[in-house]
């Protein structure tokens, strides 16, 4: 029986799906971070690999019935690590034909299958892609925690613990955001916090997203600044794929993918609010397919179509 896996690997978290060839769900499921620019690139092989199996044991499914595995991996739009993410799936599942894409790539295929489309990308890092009638695409961000990924759970995180240490030491406002953090790491020390951030700031940042929330619906001004703050750096990226594409005044359909989605906040009332000012006619709506499923029909379609050309 002909099997195939998909993938969708970010920094926090990676999500596989593994299909028969009528398309039926087999199993699903999820490791921790691959992106190999974050985690290194033994790291995310490893995470994908294990994954892999994880889905293909709760089948109870054999590896070489594996025909083709299409992975969105975030950074792939580097062709280097495209090149050596095509080349850890090619020697570890060598009867599969392989396809590595970008998480853009593979949330805008998750969106529609064609027509003019938006995808806002907001987990670990943001970024946003887009696609017109024309078929041309553009994208924004996904620039890395260093210089960019604005909007991101990690970018929220790091603002959390700037604005927590900036009131305990009498340079900003009050708030409920520095006992939070320390509760959060089962220490009153912020010398132990820094030191985890020195050592693994992804291990952090990204997961404070929720208190930050739960701080804004308790009425913390600071925690709704940066929810709001967040919002509209979003929104910028969208704006500025908006107008390359010259999409303002389209009919077309945004989507949402990330877990800066995964529960309702200020950030996405202020973010839809801005999205509609820059594209009117725009619809705003969730992934109706998760990226991982997507990325499996991707790669089942794609075998299917090579093998009808071949004949």
């Given amino acids: 029986m002909s099997l195939f896996l998909g993938f ?20 699903e499921t999820r490791g921790s971070g691959a992106n190999p620019m974050r985690a290194g690139f033994a790291r995310a092989c490893d995470v994908l690999g294990e994954t892999a199996q994880r889905a293909l044991s709760e089948a109870g ?15 792939a739009g580097r062709p280097r690590v495209a ?6 799936f090619t020697h570890a599942f060598p009867h599969a034909a392989v396809r590595v894409i970008t998480d853009i790539e593979l949330a805008l295929s998750a969106a529609t299958d064609e027509g003019p489309a938006l995808v806002i990308i907001a987990g670990t890092g943001s970024a946003v892609g887009g696609r017109n009638s024309a078929g041309q695409v553009a994208r924004a961000g996904g620039w890395g925690p260093w210089i960019g990924d604005d909007g991101s759970a990690y970018d929220i995180g790091r603002r959390a613990v700037k604005a927590a240490l900036s009131a305990r030491d009498g340079l900003g406002p009050a708030t409920l955001l520095g006992d939070k953090i320390l509760l ?13 951030i020195a050592k ?16 804004a619906v308790a009425g913390d001004i600071v925690s709704q600044e940066i929810l709001a703050s967040a919002g509209k750096s979003l929104a910028e990226l969208a704006a500025s794929v908006i107008r390359i594409l010259n999409l303002q005044k389209e009919s077309f359909l945004i989507a949402k993918s990330g877990g800066v989605f995964s529960e309702p906040s200020q950030l996405e009332s202020i973010l839809s609010a801005e999205l509609l000012r820059a594209a009117p006619k725009a619809r705003i709506e969730p992934l109706c397919v998760s990226p991982a499923r ?3 029909e991707l790669a089942r379609k794609s075998l299917a179509a090579s093998v009808a050309h071949g004949s």
């Avoid at 499914?61 to 950074?75: L, T």
């Avoid at 959060?184 to 985890?196: I, L, N, P, S, Y």
Wanted: aromatic share 6%; net charge positive; hydrophobic share 40%.
């Fill in 8 to 27: 969708d690997a970010g920094g926090t978290k990676t999500d596989c799906t593994l299909i028969d060839g009528a398309g039926r769900l087999l199993a």
């Fill in 61 to 75: 499914r054999n590896a070489e019935n594996i025909r083709a595995i299409c992975a969105g991996i975030a950074g």
């Fill in 83 to 88: 090149r050596r993410m095509l080349s850890y």
């Fill in 184 to 196: 959060a790491h089962e220490t009153h020390d912020w010398e132990v916090v820094r030191g985890r």
């Fill in 200 to 215: 693994r700031p992804d291990s952090v940042f990204p997961p404070l997203f929720p208190l930050v929330t739960a701080a």
């Fill in 294 to 296: 997507a990325a499996a």
